[in-house]
C-alpha cells in the first residue's frame, strides 16, 4: 500500500496574512482586490475572505503584539481578469504598486501590489497564463 493513498492533502484551504487593522484590511481586500467576505469572526480576530468555495482562501488576522508582524511577502498569488484594467483602477485609489504589470520569461504578466500594512501580493494576469498554471 502506497503510504501516500491515505491522510494526503487534498488542497489549500486558506493561508493567514497578518495585519494591524482588520476593517481596513477587510475594504482593501473586498473593494480593491474584490473578494468576497466568507467568514466574519472579528470577535475571534479572524475574518476569511475568497470566492464562493471552500478552498483558497486568505484569512485575515489582527496583530496584537505577539507572533507574526505584518509587512513583507505573503506569498500569495492571485488570479486578476485583466491586470492591466485592474492596475490602472487601483493606482486611481491610492494603492501602491512594489511592480507594475510586466511579462516574465515564462510568458505571464505579472505585478505585486501592497496592502495597507505593506503585505505584498502578487498579482497574475488570467489572459497572460499558460494553461498549466489554471489547473488545466
Do not use: C, H, Q
Not at 37 to 56: A, H, I, K, S, T
Not at 90 to 115: C, E, H, I, N, Q
Request: no cysteine.
Amino acid at each position: 500500500m502506497n503510504r501516500r493513498s491515505k491522510g494526503r492533502a487534498l488542497g489549500v484551504r486558506s493561508t493567514e496574512v497578518v495585519v494591524t487593522d482588520l476593517d481596513r484590511s477587510i475594504d482593501f481586500y473586498t473593494g480593491i482586490l474584490g473578494l468576497n467576505l466568507r467568514l466574519d469572526e472579528r470577535r475571534y480576530n479572524w475574518v476569511e475572505l475568497g470566492p464562493d468555495e471552500d478552498m483558497g482562501l486568505i484569512a485575515l488576522s489582527e496583530y496584537r503584539g505577539e507572533g507574526r508582524k505584518p509587512g513583507g511577502s505573503t506569498g500569495l498569488v492571485l488570479i486578476v481578469e485583466d491586470l492591466n484594467s485592474f492596475y490602472k483602477n487601483a493606482l486611481k485609489d491610492g494603492v501602491v504598486f512594489t511592480s507594475p504589470p510586466g511579462r516574465r520569461p515564462w510568458r505571464g504578466v505579472v505585478a505585486k501590489v501592497l496592502d495597507p500594512d505593506e503585505n505584498e501580493i502578487t498579482l497574475l494576469d488570467s489572459k497572460k497564463v499558460s494553461p498549466w498554471m489554471m489547473g488545466a
